[in-house]
């Protein structure tokens, strides 16, 4: 938790520990990115407002060198501050005031979806994209991406299924753990991040593709298919 507060940290500490949680905390920006550097954590809780280096700028830092998802935890609430939170690579962002049940719903909403399952493969390769589950790193064309959460997630499946179709409603069930509801567009928009971060594949063609009315599939370069 990369908190400058102390006492909320203490807070979080006292509250999530029943729940099994193990909170380390870090008052400054800098403090937090050399612990990351230093020991393997499994979800960052990260307020906006710190000294010196504010959450925005340790969240892009971060992302240069984990995918460990994130949780924005700020009193800057605005719209436009989430948007820039989660389009920086944030997985969820709650404001303060903030209950604390809500606060450890979210952190298992987000280790759910980013911790491997026992049935899935750790290790994927398709073509010149590389994904490992266990250091959470993906290599497209010997460059490593920074994803959210979420995004890992995704892509993870695909891979999996590289060559078929996958339903939009099995995705939203299995990336972002709830129902398909009419308008939603979580799965479409994360799609189309991983295209821009990925780009074509070898062949010059989306690696994801969309197919009307039904989902996506991750077309590896020898499937030809029609567009």
Same mark, same amino acid.
């Given at each position: 938790?990369?908190?400058?507060?102390?006492?909320?940290t203490?807070?979080v500490k006292?509250?999530?520990?029943?729940?099994?949680?193990?909170v380390?905390?870090?008052?400054s920006?800098?403090?937090?990115?050399?612990?990351?550097?230093?020991?393997?954590?499994?979800?960052?809780?990260?307020?906006?407002?710190?000294?010196?280096?504010?959450g925005?700028e340790?969240?892009?830092?971060?992302r240069?060198?984990?995918?460990?998802?994130?949780?924005? %935890?700020?009193?800057? &609430? *605005?719209?436009?501050?989430?948007i @820039?939170? #989660?389009?920086?690579g =944030?997985?969820?962002? /709650?404001?303060?005031?903030?209950?604390?049940?809500?606060?450890?719903e979210?952190?298992r909403?987000?280790?759910?979806?980013?911790?491997?399952?026992?049935?899935?493969?750790?290790?994927?390769?398709?073509?010149?994209v590389?994904?490992?589950?266990?250091?959470?790193?993906?290599?497209?064309?010997?460059?490593e %991406?920074?994803?959210? &959460? *979420?995004?890992?997630a995704?892509? @993870?499946? #695909?891979?999996?299924? =590289?060559?078929k179709? /996958?339903?939009?409603?099995?995705?939203?069930?299995?990336?972002?753990?709830?129902g398909?509801?009419?308008?939603?567009?979580?799965?479409?928009?994360l799609?189309?991040?991983?295209?821009?971060?990925?780009?074509?594949?070898?062949t010059?063609?989306?690696?994801?593709?969309?197919?009307?009315?039904?989902?996506?599939v991750?077309?590896?370069?020898?499937?030809?298919?029609?567009?």
């Open positions: 938790m990369i908190d400058d507060d102390l006492s909320l203490e807070l006292e509250y999530a520990a029943p729940d099994g949680f193990d380390t905390g870090a008052a920006g800098e403090s937090g990115l050399q612990a990351l550097v230093e020991a393997a954590f499994s979800l960052v809780v990260l307020d906006v407002m710190l000294p010196g280096m504010d925005f340790v969240l892009r830092r971060l240069r060198i984990s995918s460990v998802p994130v949780l924005m %935890l700020t009193s800057r &609430g *605005s719209i436009a501050d989430r @820039h939170g #989660l389009s920086g =944030a997985d969820d962002y /709650l404001p303060k005031p903030f209950e604390p049940r809500e606060l450890l979210r952190m909403s987000i280790l759910r979806r980013v911790q491997p399952r026992n049935h899935r493969l750790s290790h994927l390769q398709v073509d010149d590389e994904l490992d589950e266990k250091s959470r790193l993906v290599r497209c064309r010997g460059t %991406l920074e994803l959210t &959460g *979420s995004e890992f995704l892509l @993870h499946i #695909l891979l999996s299924k =590289a060559g179709v /996958l339903a939009r409603e099995e995705l939203v069930d299995q990336v972002l753990e709830r398909l509801s009419v308008n939603d567009r979580g799965i479409d928009n799609a189309s991040k991983l295209r821009k971060k990925m780009g074509p594949s070898t010059g063609k989306d690696r994801i593709r969309s197919i009307r009315g039904i989902g996506y991750y077309v590896p370069c020898n499937d030809v298919r029609p567009e």
